[in-house]
Every structure is written in structure tokens, then in C-alpha cells.
């Protein structure tokens, strides 16, 4: 609340915040897809400043909605530039992780298919709430979840890395991202239906 009420008095807008989110999405990308080509030391840090970054997308997430409802700076366009960055941002990140791992080419469709599950997660909370129910947000791999497990899975692949073992984590940490979305899709619809 500090944070955001420091921006809102510095002239920052939402908007700004919310696009602000997708650069940080974009630098933990950037780490991933170079992972790959890089030593196993260096590797260990690109995993690392991919996790580092989660945290600040988070923030800004966490950010524009406050500056938007408690600092009075809400817009027309704000829910399409507090849904849209995300959808957006996960594509970014989870496509990503599917290429961070060396001599796996099917973790490419791993990847885009957990990127796909995410946005669905999002769709069905969005469609619901056009229908006239209310907005399910939800788990079992709601947005922060998703952060959380692919923040660990990226440092357990910097641990990974550096004791020379085989890729994993980040596989289990798509895996798991890809079940638990399944599922979210289910419940929400689920809850939705039974709403209207």
C-alpha cells in the first residue's frame, strides 16, 4: 500500500504499472530461453534472475489494482489493462520455461500447452463474469500459485545446474502448473454453472 501510494503520488497511472509487470514477465524469459546456452554456472544464474523477477511482476500486479481502486485512479480502460498484461505475461514466461530445457524438444509443446491452460483459467473467470456470475479466482493454480511454483521450479533448476544434475524441475514445475490449471478450468466452470 505504501509502494502504491507513493506512485500514485509521483503521477504514476495504472496502466503504466500493469505494462511495467509484462517487462518484468519479459526479463524472466529472456533468463529462460538463454538458459540453454549457457554454462552450468552461468545457466545457475539465468535461473535465478528468472526467479528474481517473478516476484516484481507480482508487485505489479499487487500495485495497479491499489492505485487503481484505494488511489482513486480508476479507468475505463483499466480492467483491459489489468487483465490483458497478464495474459500476456504468462504466455511470455511459461512458453519460456518450455525452452530453458536443453535436449528435451518436447518441453516446447509443454510449455505452450501450459500457457494455453493459463489463459483458459483466466477465460472461464472472465466468461463467467460476462454471463452475469460472479468472478471465480480461485485454485487450485490461480495466477500467484503459477508464480510460486514456477519461481521454485526455477530455483531448484539453478540448484540443478550447478550440482550437474539432469533437468527436471522445471519440467515438474510445468507439470504441475498444467494439472492444477486443468483442474482450476473444471472448478471454476464448475462454479459458474451452478452460479447461473
Not at 47 to 75: K, Q, S, W
Not at 92 to 110: K, M, R
Not at 158 to 171: L, N
Not at 176 to 195: K, M
Amino acid at each position: 500500500r505504501a509502494i502504491a501510494a507513493r506512485l500514485v503520488r509521483m503521477g504514476v497511472k495504472p496502466n503504466h504499472i500493469s505494462l511495467l509487470g509484462v517487462g518484468f514477465a519479459a526479463l524472466s524469459a529472456a533468463c529462460l530461453v538463454l538458459a540453454p546456452a549457457a554454462e552450468p554456472a552461468g545457466r545457475s544464474i539465468l535461473f535465478i534472475g528468472a526467479a528474481a523477477f517473478i516476484p516484481f511482476r507480482g508487485l505489479c500486479n499487487l500495485c495497479d489494482g491499489l492505485m487503481a481502486i484505494e488511489g482513486g485512479l480508476r479507468t475505463n480502460s483499466g480492467e483491459i489493462f489489468n487483465d490483458l498484461p497478464d495474459r500476456v505475461s504468462d504466455t511470455l514466461f511459461l512458453v519460456a520455461a518450455g525452452y530453458s530445457v536443453p535436449n528435451l524438444t518436447w518441453t516446447h509443446e509443454l510449455g505452450w500447452l501450459v500457457a494455453l491452460l493459463a489463459a483458459l483459467t483466466a477465460y472461464v473467470r472472465v466468461l463467467g463474469a460476462a454471463a452475469g456470475a460472479a468472478q471465480q479466482f480461485g485454485g487450485p493454480m490461480a495466477k500467484t500459485h503459477r508464480m510460486v511454483v514456477m519461481g521454485g521450479a526455477c530455483l531448484a533448476a539453478a540448484v540443478e545446474s550447478a550440482a550437474g544434475a539432469p533437468p527436471g524441475a522445471i519440467v515438474c514445475g510445468l507439470a504441475v502448473v498444467a494439472a492444477g490449471s486443468a483442474i482450476t478450468i473444471a472448478r471454476r466452470t464448475a462454479r459458474v454453472l451452478r452460479e447461473l
